[in-house]
């Protein structure tokens, strides 16, 4: 066999590939905890991705259709203009927005928590009573006080606790304001990051493919731009029927609470909605925050709020979703079904999230590539939908007859067929 110097290259790099693979399989700890701190470095940047890659929804919108007049008749400075102006509106969109739902949470929880203060000594006077009646019943005693508290003596404790341990209370204070202070940099860099890769999201995006096409050959570039074209389209479309999906939510359960006069309604519904985008646990989360609020107020309407939730949250998993979320990324509903439980079973959370776009591209690939071969196998629509004769499993009988019978059943499906060939060609005459 004849080696040359590219076959050589190739027969090192497996090598070379070969051996990082076996040394990173014998060192999984030392390569978790590398991928772990290049992670954590790179985490604005990582927030800064996702966060651009979403403002770029809305973006997209205010510069293609709100601006379209001036798109055509702007001229060379409106050219330049369009993009600061329509990133500044679209941030601005946002902000008002998250304005909003902290408008109309943020007082109606301070609302509950003071009415939940001015409640307490009488819900714990009526728990102490209706215990007293209990112990009672069950002893023949008069029973004592069981909420008998002194405060003073509570509060003695905790300063003691905090003197005692005053240095790990320090260090514990000071790790947590570090960790804040970390995560408040990390999302304002990522913000900071995004809002540079949406002003110059084309001159990025032909450096990329620059460096692309001068390594590998045209012809997998092109195929490799197209996939990612199709993925970028599926997780968009993902993105758009998430978020149709959290407001359908959110309107249903405001629609349910004001029906059978829950309090809080807007502020609980923002809520649910928002919640709603979290996958899995956003329905337990959502829920419980629901059902504190009410329950300061009336226990009773808390349990019936927890089950109209789950009754919504069966029809929001196997109704809503399917529709609305399939429908925009082009995925039948069982798929949808499928996929959420196929990446909620191997990667938890974070697979539900984004398996359903990522089954919406492969069933596209694999629907493009089935419908090649049924075309290079000259194998039409109509060929699918033909029904096919049972063969009969008879015990008895040779097997010369059953033998018949399948040649029977050949010879007649060859009959329709050429009588579909006659009838169409008459119809032609």
């Known amino acids: 066999m004849n080696l040359d110097k590219k076959t050589i290259m190739k027969i090192l790099f497996i090598i070379f590939a070969s051996i990082l693979f076996l040394l990173a399989i014998a060192n999984l700890g030392l390569v978790a905890t590398g991928i772990g701190k290049l992670l954590g470095v790179l985490s604005p940047f990582i927030i800064g991705l996702c966060l651009a890659f979403i403002l770029n929804i809305p973006l997209k919108l205010i510069e293609e259709k709100c601006f379209a007049r001036l798109n055509r008749k702007g001229g060379k400075r409106w050219q330049k203009l369009r993009r600061p102006v329509s990133l500044l509106l679209c941030l601005l969109c946002v902000i008002v927005i998250i304005a909003i739902l902290l408008v109309i949470i943020i007082p109606q929880f301070k609302k509950a928590i003071d009415e939940f203060a001015v409640t307490l000594p009488s819900y714990m006077d009526a728990l102490n009573d209706k215990l007293s009646d209990i112990i009672f019943n069950l002893t023949g005693k008069e029973g004592e006080s069981v909420f008998k508290i002194d405060w ?23 790790e947590i304001v570090g960790n804040a202070i970390g995560a408040i940099f990390d999302i304002v860099l990522g913000i900071v990051f ?55 939510i ?113 069933y596209t690939l694999l629907d493009i590539w089935v419908r090649k071969r049924l075309i290079a196998r000259n194998i039409d629509s109509n060929t699918l939908r033909r029904k096919h004769k049972p063969i009969s499993h008879r015990e008895d009988g040779s097997e010369e007859e059953r033998a018949a019978e399948f040649d029977e059943a050949d010879n007649t499906d060859i009959d329709d067929d050429t009588n579909e060939i006659n009838d169409t060609n008459e119809n032609n005459d």
């Open 250 to 362: 959110g309107v249903l359960c405001c629609i349910g609470m004001l029906i059978f006069r829950m309090p809080y309604a807007p502020a609980i519904s923002c809520v649910i909605a928002i919640t709603a985008l979290i996958p899995v646990f956003g329905a337990f989360i959502g829920t419980a925050i629901g059902a504190f609020m009410i329950l300061l107020v009336s226990p009773v309407q808390a349990v019936w709020f927890v089950i109209y939730i789950i009754i919504l949250q069966q029809f929001e998993t196997n109704v809503i979703y399917p529709k609305v979320v399939g429908k925009s990324v082009g995925l039948p509903a069982i798929w949808v079904l499928f996929a959420v439980m196929i990446g909620g079973g191997f990667f938890g959370a974070f697979g539900m999230l984004v398996a359903v776009p990522i089954f919406s591209v492969l």
């Open 194 to 248: 995004s809002i540079y890769i949406l002003a110059s999201k084309e001159r990025l995006g032909r450096q990329f493919r620059s460096v692309l096409y001068s390594i590998f050959s045209k012809k997998k570039i092109d195929r490799f731009m197209s996939v990612m074209s199709m993925a970028n389209h599926s997780f968009n479309r993902f993105v758009v029927g998430q978020l149709t999906e959290a407001v359908i």
């Open 152 to 174: 003073e003596t509570v509060s003695n404790m905790l300063i003691d606790f905090v003197h005692r341990n005053d240095s790990d209370t320090v260090g514990i204070t000071i």
